[in-house]
C-alpha cells in the first residue's frame, strides 16, 4: 500500500483526527512536508501487526521528528502509546548525543549498533519490518538494531525510561503507523508499507 507517492496522500490522517490536516502538513517537490506552527502528528487509517514500513526522511539542522508503529489512540499523545523510530539530525540536535535517542534508536529504549545517519539537508532511507513481534530497524541499507516487542527485556529497558509510567505504551499488539509532525520541520517521503 502506498501512504504517500509524492502526489497523492493516501490513508493518512491527523492524530485524534478524521481528516488530512492539510494545513499541518503540505506537499513540496515530492515530498510531505510538516508546517511546524500548526504541528500535528499523523496516523494511518489502517491497522498492522506484521509489516514492513518503507519511508524516507530528512531534516534540516537540528531537526527532530520519529517514526511510530502499534501506535492507538489512546492517549493525547502518539508517543504515549507507541515505540518510536527517532529520526534527527545527530550532529545538530542535543538527544544525538545519546545513542539510545539518536536516528535509528527506538527512542529512549535501545540504540543503533552503528550509526549511519546522513547529514541534515540529506534523505535518509528506512525500513521497519514487525513479524511476529520480532522487530528490525534498517537505515540507509544497514541493519541497526533488532528486538522482541513485548518481551521481559523490553519491558526492562521501558522501566527505566521516560514511558515508564504511561498506561499505553507498547501495550498494543497491533496498531497504526505515525509520522511525528509536532517537533519542527521534516519532509517525508515514498512511503510504502506492505502486510507481511
Known amino acids: 500500500v502506498v501512504l504517500f507517492d509524492g502526489k497523492t ?3 493518512l490522517r491527523g492524530y485524534k483526527q478524521s481528516n488530512f490536516p492539510y494545513k499541518s502538513w503540505i506537499i513540496i517537490d ?3 512536508k510538516s ?4 504541528g500535528i502528528d499523523l496516523i494511518s487509517e489502517d491497522i498492522y501487526e506484521n509489516f514492513e514500513l ?3 526522511w530528512k531534516v534540516e539542522e537540528g531537526g527532530n521528528s520519529g517514526v511510530f508503529y502499534f501506535a492507538t489512540e489512546k492517549s493525547d499523545e502518539i508517543w504515549h502509546t507507541a515505540p518510536e523510530m527517532q529520526v534527527l539530525d545527530n550532529m545538530f540536535h542535543n538527544d544525538g548525543k545519546k545513542s539510545k535517542t539518536s536516528a535509528g534508536a527506538v527512542y529512549d529504549l535501545i540504540e543503533p549498533s552503528i550509526d549511519t545517519v546522513k547529514p541534515a539537508g540529506q534523505f535518509n532511507k528506512v525500513v521497519i519490518t514487525a513479524k511476529n513481534n520480532h522487530i528490525e530497524h534498517w537505515l540507509n541499507g544497514k541493519k541497526i538494531l533488532e528486538y522482541i516487542y513485548q518481551s521481559d527485556a523490553m519491558w526492562d529497558l521501558v522501566e527505566k525510561s521516560k514511558f515508564k509510567d504511561m498506561p499505553y505504551f507498547a501495550r ?4 497504526a503507523i505515525g509520522l511525528q509532525g509536532d517537533h519542527g520541520e521534516v519532509w517525508y517521503k515514498n512511503i ?3 502486510k507481511l
Not at 498494543?172 to 496498531?175: H, I, L, S, V, Y
Open 172 to 175: 498494543a499488539t497491533k496498531g
Open 35 to 38: 508546517v511546524p506552527e500548526y
Open 9 to 11: 496522500i493516501n490513508g
Open 54 to 56: 518503507e519511508l524516507e
Open 30 to 32: 515530492g515530498a510531505l
Open 192 to 194: 510504502r508499507i506492505r
